[in-house]
């Protein structure tokens, strides 16, 4: 999960409310784990703060889909996928962010729609209701000699921190789940180290790592490389979204038959 990227730009008022903006029934929900992930997706979307269970999600809105950044990790993304349902009912629920690559021919920026996801933390896996080849969801940031293993150990096309978790909710409730995700670390790319970075409730800790990096030049490169990667994701995961607004079943019907490759998975960039 890379979480490494352009400083947030200011968003649109917030409020808060007990019951749905929604005009129609919820039709589509995403689950994402930070929002620069989906900035350019949800920029002028309506926000709504809810709590449940304790801890206060900031919903996106928009006609009939919601948007949600529940943090980064497998247990922030099943509290947010928790509270989604409670609050929408969603008839599909869609895991979408940024993902590293396991099959050498994908890039930044590619679109990988999994059929399949692997939790490796238990070999469970679930199948999506469209899409081709295998999602390995993962506990920690993951280098290159890391990811060769991951893909002789699975056989997965990429790996990401949340799918598996947000596909296990989705079960629970008997829910449809998709998982879109943009490759933002080829296979051959080694993260800066960033585990450390993250809190408990999934946030990501900017300021101290810029601190962190900050005093270590051999991590300069890597980490403006990541960046740049990380942001071209991000145009290209939301430039994909846009084109099934409120649509789940365009949605489901969007992913192609064959197992990935560069032809199954163009760059979408703008």
């Not at 469209?130 to 000699?145: C, D, M, Q, R, V």
Request: glycine share 6%; net charge neutral.
């Amino acid at each position: 999960m890379t979480v490494w990227g352009r400083a947030l730009l200011p968003v649109q008022a917030e409020q808060s409310s007990a019951e749905t903006n929604l005009p129609d029934p919820c039709k589509l929900a995403i689950v994402a784990a930070l929002e620069r992930e989906v900035r350019p997706f949800v920029k002028d979307w309506r926000i709504v703060k809810r709590e449940h269970e304790g801890r206060r999600f900031k919903f996106f809105e928009r006609d009939s889909t919601v948007a949600v950044c529940g943090g980064i990790g497998a247990e922030a993304a099943r509290r947010a996928t928790e509270a989604t349902f409670h609050f929408y009912r969603p008839p599909l629920i869609v895991s979408v962010g940024f993902a590293g690559a396991l099959d050498p021919t994908l890039k930044v920026g590619n679109i990988f729609q999994p059929r399949f996801v692997i939790n490796a933390n238990d070999g469970s896996r679930v199948e999506a209701s469209s899409g081709a080849g295998t999602l390995l969801t993962i506990s920690g940031i993951a280098g290159a000699e890391q990811k060769a293993k991951y893909l002789k150990d699975y056989g997965a096309v990429a790996i990401d921190m949340e799918a598996a978790a947000v596909a296990r909710t989705a079960q629970s409730h008997s829910i449809p789940f998709m998982a879109v995700k943009a490759i933002s670390d080829e296979y051959n790319f080694d993260l800066p180290p960033m585990d450390g970075f993250v809190t408990p409730d999934g946030q990501f800790r900017t300021a101290a790592f810029a601190a962190f990096i900050a005093i270590r030049p051999w991590l300069w490169a890597g980490t403006m490389r990541l960046a740049r990667n990380s942001e071209k994701a991000s145009r290209a995961l939301c430039s994909w979204l846009e084109q099934y607004p409120c649509d789940a079943e365009k949605l489901q019907n969007s992913a192609p038959e064959l197992h990935p490759n560069k032809e199954a998975f163009p760059q979408t960039t703008r």
